[in-house]
């Protein structure tokens, strides 16, 4: 059985920032504290953030001032400060959108993404932008895995470059990861992925998750998704993904820029809860879910918040 809390951050944490502390086990639920026999892993997450190096400028668009990557810098070092195990991933679509991108192609965001110490990354179809050779050219810069488990590049410039899962050991929990793309058909001009080879997401992720839960004992599987939250018609999408695979406990989802205020959650094909989880686009929230894990009885308990990057976070980064 599971548990899940949430938690609005917002206004807390910028009291909390200026004080100079982040919110602690003390400020959770009384539910979400670790016993002496559970293990509690803190992930953090992004999706979407389109080279979005430097906050929005302040021009009086809707997302003015937000964002940035030396604040969500200085808040993940604050988080990593406080809590023992932290697991920080991305679902795709680093690059694109920005002057940075067309002056560094790439190699800027994967630079950045390292030292702030991404341990796992999925591609987006803007990862293709500069077709796959420019892809090639700059992923030496990265520090982190990409996990691409329905895309096969056999033959291809990337062949043997990706991974179709990654196993991190979090303390005394096992964590399963894999990733899927998006069919990138009609949004990316074809000779951009010559000779990539789209497989659907449904089947992978069941012969992944199921590898992973079952085979590998992993306590906990996450899939990195660059798919889209839900669409009107047929497409594969995150809703679609967890209500069609088993052995899936999250999804961390991109694509859509969807900014969703908790997480979402459905049954697997198993009746078993499976949690969505998207934060938008641009790098403007930061988001977090905490797992307090039972290796005794197998339950996991949750909690979900999420962070906007905005001003208040400067007082971090200049101290």
């Not at 050779?133 to 982190?144: C, E, Y």
């Not at 660059?226 to 989802?253: E, F, M, P, Q, W």
């Amino acid at each position: 059985m599971e548990e899940f809390a949430l938690i609005n951050r917002r206004g807390f944490l910028k009291q909390s920032l200026v004080l100079g502390g982040m919110a602690t086990l003390a400020n959770l639920p009384n539910f979400a504290k670790a016993a002496n026999n559970d293990t509690r892993l803190t992930i953090l997450h992004t999706n979407d953030v389109h080279s979005r190096i430097e906050p929005f400028p302040m021009d009086g668009s809707r997302y003015q001032g937000l964002a940035g990557v030396a604040r969500r810098s200085s808040l993940i070092k604050k988080i990593r400060q406080e809590e023992s195990q932290v697991l920080l991933v991305d679902s795709g679509d680093m690059f694109q959108g920005t002057p940075y991108f067309n002056m560094f192609e790439g190699r800027l965001e994967l630079e950045l993404m390292s030292k702030l110490g991404y341990e796992a990354g999925t591609f987006g179809n803007h990862e293709f932008d500069n077709g796959i050779p420019g892809l090639v050219k700059h992923l030496d810069k990265a520090s982190f895995p990409f996990l691409t488990a329905n895309y096969d590049f056999k033959g291809t410039a990337l062949e043997g470059k990706t991974q179709e899962y990654l196993i991190l050991e979090k303390g005394n929990l096992r964590i399963g990861l894999t990733g899927v793309g998006v069919d990138i058909n009609g949004l990316v001009d074809p000779n951009n992925y010559q000779g990539m080879r789209y497989l659907d997401p449904i089947p992978v992720v069941n012969r992944v998750a199921r590898m992973l839960k079952v085979e590998k004992k992993c306590d906990l599987v996450i899939v990195l998704s660059h798919l889209g939250y839900t669409y009107d018609d047929d497409k594969v999408s995150d809703l679609r993904l967890a209500a069609n695979t088993a052995c899936v406990d999250l999804i961390l989802g991109g694509h859509t820029h969807t900014f969703l205020e908790e997480p979402t959650r459905v049954k697997n094909l198993l009746g078993e809860e499976v949690w969505i989880n998207q934060m938008g686009f641009a790098g403007i929230r930061l988001g977090r879910l905490d797992v307090v894990f039972n290796k005794t009885t197998r339950k996991k308990r949750f909690i979900a918040q999420h962070y906007e990057i905005d001003y208040e976070l400067d007082k971090g980064v200049n101290a």
